[in-house]
C-alpha cells in the first residue's frame, strides 16, 4: 500500500533534507479511512514540477533499518 501527498517546496523541510529511502513520520487526522495517529512510512519515490510543491510517495514500513 501506497501513500502520496504533497509537500511546498519552499517550506521546512525543505526538499533537499530528505530522500528515497528515509522514514517519514505522518501525522493523520480525521482522514475518512485512516484511524487518527502517528505512522512511519519509509519514502519510495518523489517529484516535483513548476506548481511548487513535491508529491511524496512512501511505502509500508515494516521496522527494522
Known sequence: EFWSFKVPADASP???EYREGDLAEIVVRG????????YTRRIVGLSGDES???TVT???YY???
Open 58 to 60: 512512501c511505502g509500508v
Open 14 to 16: 525543505f526538499p533537499f
Open 52 to 54: 511548487g510543491f513535491i
Open 63 to 65: 521496522g527494522g533499518v
Open 31 to 38: 482522514h475518512e479511512y485512516l484511524d487518527d495517529g502517528t
